[in-house]
């Protein structure tokens, strides 16, 4: 089976600039979470869909950043505008259940200059 | 904030050594799991523990998760290069929110 896939792999926009990431869950995989490292940072947790719904969002940075799952597949997230500080790279993992192992995708990295 | 501090940071050993490594917090954690890492990939699951005290084995690793559920080891044995890596220890209470370790870098040289 496939597994989580996210793109782009990587990312460099200028301060100001809108990103979306795009990451493809497992297919039949409810559970899709966003994950974040800033450097130096361990991996933090931004939200959770569980199909198209938000579960929950308390992990979102601030209301620059927009999590989406249309039809509860693909999930994108968008940061606009983007700031220095939203550098880092963005894990998607999804499960079957939502206290399953995590699956994780090989993350975008987002350089903000 | 609930923090899972992991220890060492970083470990470089050579072939064939033991190692182990710590994640502890004072917070309680209905599991927690242990994830390796290696540059340019997402973290891959190694194991779930659940029960204060379960030890679990997975060839040439033993993890262990403490008997208050608030701390947890990963021990390797004979090491290898092919065990280079980052260790992520994560942990969730109750819920599908799970919490990351610091993380330990692993290097072993042949």
């Known amino acids: 089976e496939a597994g989580v896939t996210q793109f782009p792999s990587h990312s460099v926009i200028e301060k100001g600039q809108t990103v979306t990431l795009r990451c493809d869950p497992i297919?039949?995989?409810?559970?899709l979470y966003w994950y974040r490292r800033v450097m130096g940072k361990e991996i933090k947790f931004l939200l959770h869909?569980?199909?198209?719904?938000?579960?929950?969002e308390s992990g979102m940075p601030n209301n620059r950043f927009l999590a989406e799952r249309t039809g509860g597949t693909y999930s994108t997230l968008k940061v606009q505008p983007a700031e220095l500080e939203d550098s880092g790279v963005y894990f998607c993992?999804?499960?079957?259940?939502?206290?399953?192992?995590?699956?994780f995708g090989n993350g975008t990295r987002l350089t903000v200059t | 904030t609930q923090l899972l501090e992991q220890s060492p940071q970083f470990l470089s050993i050579q072939e064939g050594e033991n190692l182990t490594v710590y994640c502890n917090s004072s917070?309680?954690?209905?599991?927690l799991q242990w994830y390796r890492q290696e540059p340019g990939e997402g973290p891959v699951l190694l194991v779930t523990v659940v029960t204060g005290g379960e030890v679990k084995k997975l060839k040439r690793l033993t993890f262990q998760f403490g008997d208050a559920r608030k701390d947890s080891s990963l021990h390797i044995t004979a090491a290898q290069p092919g065990d280079t890596g980052l260790y992520l220890c994560?942990?969730?209470?109750?819920?599908?929110?799970?919490?990351f370790g610091t993380g330990t870098r692993l290097k072993v040289l042949a």
């Open positions: 869909f569980v199909k198209e719904s938000k579960q929950d």
């Open positions: 917070s309680v954690f209905s599991s």
């Open positions: 297919s039949g995989h409810d559970n």
């Open positions: 994560a942990g969730a209470q109750w819920t599908y929110k799970y919490i």
């Open positions: 993992a999804s499960s079957q259940d939502a206290i399953q192992a995590l699956h």
